[in-house]
């Protein structure tokens, strides 16, 4: 699931995006759905009907129902890094778990035992 809340802006570029979605070939098609999920976080499954085609038109109309919010760009970018932040915790917790499980090695915790080992023979 996507985001449902846009700037203006953010609006204007995937609707942009949409009317050159509906005129590509097949491949141009899958990049823009590409660039659609990676760069706005916006998945067209998460506001069109199944087998219909979603374009410029079905965006407009999902902002017309509410599926879609447009909020000031100081709100997203608050809510943009929210989510990174929120993305980086899920991250590390992650990364902390596969340590405990010892499914992963603690790299930080090996480089340190390096460098001791390393300094203690030094001498």
Request: net charge negative; hydrophobic share 35%.
């Amino acid at each position: 699931m996507g985001r449902n809340k846009y700037s203006q802006h953010e609006i204007d570029i995937i609707g942009m995006l949409l009317k050159k979605k509906c005129s590509g070939t097949r491949f141009q098609q899958k990049l823009i759905r590409h660039q659609l999920r990676t760069n706005f976080e916006f998945n067209i499954s998460d506001f069109n009907e199944p087998g219909k085609a979603f374009g410029y038109d079905e965006l407009q109309a999902a902002i017309q129902r509410g599926a879609i919010r447009i909020l000031d760009d100081a709100t997203i970018a608050d809510m943009k890094a929210k989510r990174q932040r929120d993305r980086e915790h899920d991250a590390a917790l992650a990364v902390e778990q596969a340590i405990d499980n010892g499914e992963q090695t603690d790299w930080q915790e090996a480089m340190r035992e390096w460098e001791e080992w390393e300094n203690s023979n030094k001498e």
